[in-house]
Structure formats: C-alpha cells, structure tokens
C-alpha cells in the first residue's frame, strides 16, 4: 500500500496546492481587518477597500495603495446596493475628502460612473464642497448628467450654496434644464 502512495504523490501535492490556493482566495475579503476597526469588520459586507473608502478610513485606504497591483479602479461588490462600484464613488458620496485627493492622486477614474451618476454628481447632490473642488481641480465632467439631471442642478435644488459656487466658478453649464427647470428655478422654487 505505502508503494501505491509513493507514485502518487502528485495527486497529494496537487490537492494540497489546490486547497491552499482556495483558502488563500477564500480569506482575500478580509485582507485588511487589522487595519480596519473593530465596528467596520463584516458592516457592511463588501471588500475591505470599499468600507474604508466610505467611512473615510485614511489608514486602511494608504494600506491599499500601497500594495503591489492593487488597481485603485478595480470595482468590487457594494455592500449597499449589491452591485460593482469603485472605491472613489463611496468616498465621494459621504463627503470624505482627504480619501478622495488620495483616490485622485493615485490615478482614479474621476468620470466613471455607477447607475450613470458620477462621484461629482453624488458630491455635488450630498452639498460636499471640499470633495467637489478636488474633483473639479482633477478635471471632473461638469455637466455629465444623471438621469437628465447636471451636479449644479443637484446642488441648487438642495440649497448647497458653496457647491454651487464651485461648480459656476469652474464654468459649469448654468442654464441646462431638467424636465424644463433650470437650477435657478428650481433653487428659487425649493427657497434657496
């Protein structure tokens, strides 16, 4: 019987490869659960990476960049809305600026949307005036639409003054309508 093994020793070392393999795989979604707290761990059920970018975690969002042929544009499952989104997007949308000035320096994607909204549109809806002037420095698409609807539009039906600054002072298209309002009408409609 022990002859019988002996030649097949490759069997072994192929399963012992393959399983080690899996297991590796198998823990790559929580590469990074030392760096990240103890209250994020499993929040949200998304890769690492993604819940650092939303909650604006500088440490652990530096901890992947700094890895060998991390592609700060690959997109990963949003624990949120269940689908692909890139790490820039969650930054953006909860206002998380030094993440955001990291992401861009670090050669994200700055007009690649989700659902057709950009992380400026998200900035802009969410009255994010810092992350709006990174993204707008960076060369941001001013007048890319979401539904038919601009950034400013966004910022001026939410009475976001300062986004609204920003956007008009790098140029932004100011009479582009939505369902035939402009923002000045709709800001003077919703009191802004």
């Known amino acids: 019987m022990l002859r019988i093994h002996e030649k097949k020793w490759w069997i072994y070392t192929s399963f012992f490869l393959f399983a080690f393999e899996f297991c590796t795989n198998a823990l790559a979604k929580g590469e990074c659960k030392a760096v990240l707290s103890e209250e994020l761990k499993g929040k949200y059920d998304e890769h690492d990476f993604l819940a650092a970018c939303r909650e604006g975690n500088v440490k652990a969002v530096q901890y992947f960049l700094d890895k060998d ?21 969650p930054a953006a949308q909860n206002g998380h600026a030094e993440v955001v000035q990291m992401l861009v320096n670090a ?30 420095n960076a060369g941001a698409e001013l007048n890319k639409t979401w ?14 003054a300062k986004v609204v600054q920003i956007l008009v002072k ?10 035939d309002a402009a ?4 800001a003077a409609q919703n009191g802004h």
Do not use: C, M
Request: glycine share 12%; hydrophobic share 40%; charged share 15%.
């Open 69 to 89: 042929n991390f592609d700060v544009n690959e997109q990963f499952i949003s624990g949120g809305s269940g689908t692909y989104i890139h790490g820039l997007f």
């Open 107 to 136: 050669g994200a994607k700055i007009n690649r949307t989700w659902d057709s909204a950009t992380p400026l549109f998200q900035a802009a809806q969410n009255g994010h005036a810092e992350v709006v002037e990174i993204l707008v």
């Open 147 to 160: 539904n038919g609807a601009t950034p400013l539009y966004q910022a001026a039906q939410n009475g976001h």
């Open 170 to 179: 790098a140029g932004v298209e100011l009479h582009k309508t939505w369902k």
């Open 183 to 186: 923002p000045l009408f709709i």
